[in-house]
Each structure stands twice: as C-alpha cells, then as structure tokens.
C-alpha cells in the first residue's frame, strides 16, 4: 500500500530507490564484477593521492575501497537522482524532516553561532544562543567556586545520569578530551552513569565525596524509568549523607526538553538547561547536554567543539558530491551494504581516547537507520543500516580481527587515527604512536591484498617447511583479501578535531537515510520494549 509520502522537503517526492536508474547502473556494475581485487586496484601508484580528501587537516583515504571510476560516477548519479542537495537544504533549513513527528531536526543550528541570516531563521538562532551563553557562565561559575552545595563547599565531582544520547555523546567528548586538561588547572572529574543496574551507581558514586558532588540528570523526555530512578537513589545517597531536604536542589542540574517536569521534581530553574524537540537525543551533544563536556574541558574548549562541527557543516553543505566528505563515506556504505552485500560495518579507532567513539556511533547509526519502513510507509525494498561495530584496533587485531580476515562474511571497516599527540607526558609518546600508525596501516592493507595460497606456499617454502606441511597448513595460512576499508586522519585529538569527527558521522547518517529513502530522525524502535516494561510494572505478579 502506498500512502502519498510526506516528503522529506518541500518540493520533492518519494521515488523507491531500488527504481532508480542509477541504482540498476550499480547492480549492474557489482553483478559484472566489474570491479577487479584491490591487489590489482592498488598497484596503482597514484590511487592513494587520487582518492584522498583533506579538510582542516582532516584526511579520508577511500583508496582500499572496492570501487573504480565508473562506480563512484554511478554513486555521484545515485546522489543526485536521491535529491540529496534538496534534502540537505531541507535539513538546514528546519524543514519537519522528521516526518513522522512532523519535526525538523536542527542538531546544525546547534553550532551555529554568529552565523549570518542563518537558514533555520533568527528566532531559532537566539534560542541557541542564549541557552548556549548560560551553559557557559553555568561552568564559568563552576569553575570560580562560585558554586556550593549543602556545605557550602565547591563542588569537585560532577556525576552525569543519563542514557543514550543523554550519555554516549558527552562520554565520548569527555574521555577524548580529557588530555585538554594536562597540565592546566583541576578541572570537576565527570563520571558518567548510565546503567539502571546499583553496582554501577555504587562503583561511582563510592570513592565521592556528597557534599562536593553534583548531580546533572540529562534526559530529554524526564520520563526515561533508569535515569529517573537513578536521580531518585542520587538524592536518597544525598540525604543519607546529611543532606537537608532542603539543600537537595543545590546538587542537582536538570538537561531537558521538558523542563515544567523538572520544575515538578524540584530542580531550581537557574539549575535547569533546556533542549528542543527539534534535537534528535542521538544528535544533542552541542546543546545542554553537552554541558559536563564544558564543566570537563571549560567553556572555551566547549566552543572549540561547536567550531569544529560546523566547519563540517559548511563542507558537507557546499562540497561537491565525491570531494565531500561525509557524502562519500555514505556512498561507498551504500555500495558496500546494498550492491556487495555486506552485512556489517566495522569502526575500528587506533587512539584509545577514542573508545567511546564506536558506542556513539552505533547509536547514531543504527537508532537513525535500523528502520524497515519508506518515507511512504511502504516496507523498504532495500537493505537499510548495517550492524555497527567495532572498538579499539590494537585490541580489535588480537581478537575479533581474524573473522574479518579469513572469516566468510565482507566487512568493511572505517579506520581511524590520529596523526600527532603533542599532548601526552610518558616519554616514550612518539614510539607509541608510531606503533599505532603502523599497525593501522598495516591492518587496512592486509585486509586489502590478503596472501594467496601461491604465495603462502613459497614463503612456507622460504621456511623451510617439508611439502606434506605446506600441504597440510597452506590453506589455512592463506589469505583472500580484498576486504575494503577507508582510513580517516585526524591531525591530532582537539575539541575542533573531535567535533568535525562527530558531524562528520552525523552527515553521514543522514545521507545514507536520504539515499534509502527513510526517516532517520525518529526511533519507533525503542517503543515497544518501554510500553511492556511498564505493564509488567503495573502487574508484577502476572508474571513472576
Ligand atoms: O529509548 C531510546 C531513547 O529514546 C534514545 O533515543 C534516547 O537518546 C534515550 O532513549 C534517552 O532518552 P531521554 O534523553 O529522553 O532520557
């Protein structure tokens, strides 16, 4: 059944994208086989120069990716017959791309400060301003000990409870980050819990002192039942510590679209900072909700963030198609997923500031485009998100690196390192470094070539092995390759750097959503576990 699609901008219509001329182009190509085995692709000595884009240091090697020129001229073709131009207008103008909750989705206008006559309007950018001007003195405050709890002394630690977009975002910004503050003045420590579960709230809150503690509960809705019973023990370890009631509201901080519900749980509105519902929870790091980013790292760094993000803003919105970052990465992710099948996405980050980074974008991604339904309400025809996955590198290659490697699924992988560190005391920064740039390279170029079983005999050979052992072992010694994968290059781990990473993501999403013709800004997914915990709530004893 077709209902008449509720376009994602004014002035576009829904077509399924599997009817797509330039969609059929790229079966064509991937049934053709058309593209040869990365050995011979990279024997090309120009390849890498040729497929490189640079911004603000930032580099994309898409060099290992199994495509040719006929392959990214027919992505380019799928992108324009897409309307993605459109769509990316429609985005940064406030358009309801959020179709089925009628909402714009304005996580851009977010990071827009200072931009003239701005595309979501005036009105939209004082908001943001002015939401952003109190975070700031919030920390500023915070940070000249202008802020005191029930003893009146300042607070040191600051405990963040929140889940989902209310936590992966700041996490990812506060652990990347946290080399900001050697060598500068303390900073508040920032924990982050998430997890329902009472060892995990024991386990923070633990070694914390609660008269210097503060408490900021992040929650767009501020009916999300963890974080709201995470707040209800927080103030119950306030009061068993000596906490007058009264004084409770002094260590607390509310993050909210809804801040008439935070009112009614008694958090004192100079304490309560406001989001919008045009912020997806998945895409509201730059807003309030990064404010134990800014309490980690000061306001300025704070700042630095939002300029990162949106100078990936004005080059994902002005860019030409494959010298556009994010466009690309989407593109060789539709040709990866939907025309050589590949069923996951591996991120693999050889920086371990960057641990949270994986976390955030599985959420980004797979909450935004793990939908199985069009713009039109008609069940997709094609293959949407893959599973994302991964984690750290050097962890990864001793581990789960040999199923992509020799195990039968494709996974492409999504390289990620950082070129210098400046930052780090240990003496030894620089051979560290270098061992994670190594190993990523080699990694991705292993992935690339393989070592076919010719080759695994004459180095057996080399070896010294008898013929009945090269027999016996080649096989399994023996690599197919051809595993595609791109490498992003960050010049080195800043609040600008990290905020150009995470938009980049974010654009990427998005994309990948307008390519495949479905809403990435709603989560109806998430629904149906919520409604049945409450009803088992409501009647425990049907169902102990
Ligand atoms: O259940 C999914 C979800 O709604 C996410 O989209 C969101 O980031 C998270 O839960 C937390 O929601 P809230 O910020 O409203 O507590």
Redesign the pocket.
Known sequence: MNLPATPIAKGTSFTAPCTLGAWKKLEDLAQAQAVPHLRELLSDPERALSMSVHLHGMQLDYSHQRVTPSVLAALAELAQASQLSEHIQALFSGDQVNVSEQRAALHVALRGQGVTSPPWGESIQHQVESELERVCSFVNRFESHGLKGYSDEPFTDVVNL?????ALGPLTCVQALESLNVGRSPHPKVHFVSNVDAWSLWQTLEGLNPRTTLFIV???????QE?TLLAQSAKRWLSDHGCPPMALSLHLVAVTAREDLAAKQGFLPSQTFRFWDWVG??YSVWSAIGLPVALAIGADDFKRLLAGARAMDEHFSTAPTLQNIPVLMALLGVWNRNFLKAPSHHIATYAYRLRGLTPYIQQLDM?SNGKGTHLNASRVQVETAPIVWGGLGIDGQHAYFQLIHQGEHLVPVDFIGIRQDQNCPMPLTQEHLRCLHLNMMAQAQAMALGRDESHTRSEMQAQGLSPEAIDALAPHRSFKGNTPSSSLWLQELDAFNLGMLMALYEHKTFVQASIWGINPFD?WG?ELG?TMANELARHPDDHA
């Open positions: 929140g889940i989902g977009g209310s992040q929650s767009k809705t501020f009916t999300t974080t929870g998945r909450e989560q998430v919520k």
